[in-house]
């Protein structure tokens, strides 16, 4: 279809769905411990804006949390329809972590979550603080067995192949594998400042309407110290999985660097910008610092990083995609700390809330985080090809015997069906970006639980309210 | 010898799917009877009487879905990429459905008649393909090595489509007589109507599928009709026709929550029927549970937290089905 192979197709399928699904989880990420903290500072303040701002990103995070399930449900069957061979092969480690992933979302689902939606009035302020808490907690060790499973693709290690099939020796060791720790870090904080730049974006928007009160001016204060304190950090450990890369899989920084050979013991330059070529094997048209790439990769001034001619041709990762991909999110990431400081020069001039330049910059900013996500992850999915588990299987071999004809059919349908259904969701969440945070956002709230107008069965309907509110204005107008 | 893991995955998945069919069943029933309550009150105490619990009842498919990667990989790669097509079907139409149960309250006058038909078409898609699914994988699933061996559109035969408009007619009933329980006055009457004639239609599929497999398939009539199985397997035709009886009995009885519960017994039966025909296969015709199993090491680890989380899962289920009993009557939403 379209000239592309069924195993291409399956590729852009995975892609698509995926990059669709990780926007959610990482939102749910970052907004169920924002929300414990919320929830933290109104315990110890008892000051009323911390919990209008808690009630009204409860109810963002509820609508997202809703649609994070359902495209889930697609990944879950997805590694077998489409990648079946992958399955059958490394079912034995990546089953028994995913269903551990599966279990505790339900778990926590089934758990906590309705307490947290519906069950302030119901349980009690520190009882209710620690299902937010436990929920926080949830999604935390949800992302670890998720990331343990990706992390062991890219680095695998404690198992052995038998019967063409992988068998687990050693749990601890297919867990806590040697990028595992990096890549769990490094997200956990990504989805963080992803959060935090929503929910910064939301308050300028607002700020620069004139809609001014308490509780914006505190979501907008709260995510700039994140951003100052946690996007240099997220450099750093940025810094620290790109060393653990190059340990293990040395030829996709080759690939993100666009280094094709060392010459003689000079130390290896960094490419700002230019145009990897993978038939000419060489970058062109490249600007580059000369041993800046040693500095950084290596920490010394002459290190040499190796090069991609030093691998087979088949081997190679497809460098002018991950080379542009990285560089746009360590462009965002820049960017963020660029934000970051500039904020705390205007918190020290007393203009934060004020200075419209500045305002309109942070809500342009707004979904910089997720993009960041999503190039980030583009990188270190693409950089392991041609393998899906390193080393030991090349994706050629992973991919089911579909044809390219039921591929495509099935890719137009997941675009056509994710577009349509997402999209609504997603404008379902920025109407109620626009709504909020108003004054007693709190004392709005209906209570909830069984039998009451609102159940915390399900997680989509915590937003109802102000969305009936909204339908309401949209009927007047 | 230790403890065969094996079986007891097979056990715990087979209760998963169980649980599932059972009460996906009946919510996709109501998206399948939506056509026949045109009224929008109507609709809305439709939606009402299973708007707290769907969800809930969808996370047995992810948890089937999860544990028999966790432990059948095989199993699991083969079955769904031999179903490729019905199984990606069958998610879009969960998608449609799952999103109509809440934009359809939040649309726009003029816009809920759009979420009102992805509700019926997501419910009668999921249900026809589950079924076309099934009805390919009793068939049988050719398997050369470790990978699904059969033709691409494999499914697209007779039998699948016929169990798919079996499935199809078995959620009905299941929704039909969930409404006999959870409503009143003309709209119980209406579901009383309804249910009459898909009990006939349903013993039709079961009496056709129980004809055409032992027919069309050696193995699985030397299972039902050899000594001394026959001894054995012969109460449940005979629990079949009971029920049945017992049901439409029921309801011209109009007894309330009776006819529900005989539907359940009779999905029930259906269910271990299937299950005596294809054990100890997980991929019928051929390879069994332990052929596909996962390693002792795979299986005893996803197993030691599938034991503590699923009860968990049950307890919570139970409750909340206990919190939302009775009727539900227009005007009263949980909306």
């Given at each position: 279809m379209f000239g592309l192979s069924a195993l291409q197709l399956a590729r852009m399928q995975f892609g698509f769905t995926i990059c669709f699904h990780i926007i959610f989880p990482a939102i749910t990420i970052g907004l169920a411990s924002y929300l414990t903290v919320l929830e933290a500072c109104w315990l110890k303040t008892r000051r009323e804006h911390y919990l209008d701002l808690y009630h009204f990103w409860s109810k963002v995070f509820a609508v997202n949390f809703g649609m994070g399930v359902v495209s889930g449900i697609v990944m879950a069957y997805q590694f077998g329809t489409n990648w079946s061979g992958f399955s059958r092969f490394a079912g034995g480690i990546t089953g028994p972590l995913l269903a551990y992933e599966v279990l505790t979302a339900f778990f926590l689902e089934a758990g906590f979550l309705g307490v947290m939606l519906f069950g302030l009035n119901s349980v009690g302020p520190v009882l209710h603080f620690l299902s937010t808490a436990l929920v926080a907690l949830g999604t935390l060790i949800s992302t670890t067995w998720i990331l343990a499973s990706n992390s062991w693709m890219q680095t695998p290690q404690g198992f052995e192949i038998l019967n063409g099939r992988v068998v687990p020796t050693d749990w601890f060791k297919v867990i806590f594998n040697p990028s595992f720790p990096y890549r769990l870090t490094h997200m956990t904080i990504a989805a963080y400042l992803a959060t935090a730049l929503m929910v910064s974006s939301a308050a300028a928007w607002h700020l620069l309407r004139g809609n001014d009160n308490r509780a914006i001016r505190k979501m907008l204060s709260m995510a700039m110290w994140m951003l100052l304190i946690v996007a240099p950090i997220q450099a750093v450990v940025g810094d620290m999985h790109g060393l653990n890369t190059l340990k293990y899989q040395p030829a996709k920084i080759a690939a993100i660097e666009g280094h094709w050979e060392n010459e003689g013991n000079d130390g290896t330059p960094l490419i700002l910008f230019g145009l990897p070529d993978m038939q000419r094997e060489e970058t062109r048209y490249k600007v580059e610092v000369p041993h800046l790439g040693s500095v950084i990769?290596?920490?010394?001034?002459d290190g040499q990083i190796p090069g991609l001619k030093q691998f087979p041709p088949q081997d190679r990762p497809f460098s002018p995609v991950v080379f542009w991909t990285f560089r746009v999110m360590v462009g965002l990431g820049l960017l963020m700390i660029a934000v970051g400081v500039w904020s705390a020069w205007l918190r020290w001039r007393g203009t934060l809330w004020s200075n419209r330049l500045f305002l309109r910059c942070v809500t342009c900013m707004g979904p910089a985080g997720l993009f960041a996500i999503l190039a980030g992850w583009i990188t270190t999915e693409m950089g392991r090809q041609p393998w899906v588990v390193y080393g030991i299987l090349r994706t050629a071999d992973a991919v089911s015997p579909h044809d390219a004809g039921q591929v495509g059919l099935t890719l137009i349908v997941f675009v056509l069906v994710y577009v349509a259904v997402f999209g609504t969701g997603i404008a379902y969440l920025l109407r109620i970006l626009r709504k909020?945070?108003?004054?007693d956002e709190g004392l709005a709230v209906e209570t909830g639980g069984p039998?009451?107008?609102?159940?915390?069965?399900?997680?989509?309907?915590?937003?109802h309210k102000s969305d009936r509110d909204d339908a309401a204005d949209d009927e007047r107008s | 010898m230790g403890v065969d893991t094996s079986l007891i995955w097979a056990v715990l998945i087979l209760f998963g799917v169980m649980m599932y069919v059972v009460m996906d069943g009946f919510d996709l029933g109501l998206g399948i009877l939506y056509p026949f309550f045109p009224g929008k009150s109507e609709r809305d105490v439709i939606m009402n009487t299973v708007a707290p619990v769907w969800d809930g009842n969808e996370t047995w498919l992810v948890l089937g879905g999860a544990g028999l990667l966790a432990a059948f990989p095989l199993a699991y790669s083969v079955i769904l990429s031999a179903l490729y097509l019905p199984l990606i079907f069958m998610l879009i139409g969960l998608i449609f459905r799952g999103v109509a149960f809440e934009f359809r309250f939040k649309a726009l006058e003029r816009e809920r008649h759009f979420w009102d038909k992805a509700f019926i078409g997501g419910s009668v898609a999921a249900a026809f393909f589950q079924g076309v699914a099934l009805g390919a994988y009793v068939e049988g699933l050719p398997v050369a090595n470790g990978a699904y061996a059969g033709a691409a559109l494999g499914w697209l035969a007779p039998f699948p489509i016929f169990t798919g408009l079996g499935l199809v007619a078995t959620y009905a009933l299941l929704g039909s007589t969930w409404l006999i329980m959870r409503t009143a006055g003309e709209m119980q009457a209406h579901a009383y109507r309804i249910t009459r004639r898909l009990v006939w239609l349903l013993l039709l599929f079961i009496a056709a599928v129980s004809a055409w497999t032992p027919l069309s398939d050696a193995q699985i009539a030397a299972r039902w009709f050899t000594l001394p199985n026959l001894f054995w397997f012969a109460p449940v035709p005979l629990l079949v026709v009971l029920t049945a009886v017992l049901l439409l009995r029921a309801v011209a009885r109009k007894r309330d929550a009776a006819p529900f519960v005989y539907t359940l017994v009779l999905v029930f039966l259906g269910y271990s029927g299937l299950g005596i025909s294809l054990w100890p296969n997980v991929i019928p015709p051929a390879v069994s549970i332990w052929d596909a199993a996962s390693p002792p090491q795979s299986q005893g680890f996803a197993l030691v937290g599938a034991l503590l989380i699923v009860p968990v899962i049950l307890m919570y289920t139970i409750w909340s089905y206990y919190v939302f009993r009775g009727k539900v009557r227009h005007g009263e939403g949980y909306h």
């Open positions: 990769l290596t920490h010394t001034w909020g945070p108003h004054d039998g009451l107008p609102q159940q915390p069965m399900r997680p989509l309907s915590a937003a | -």
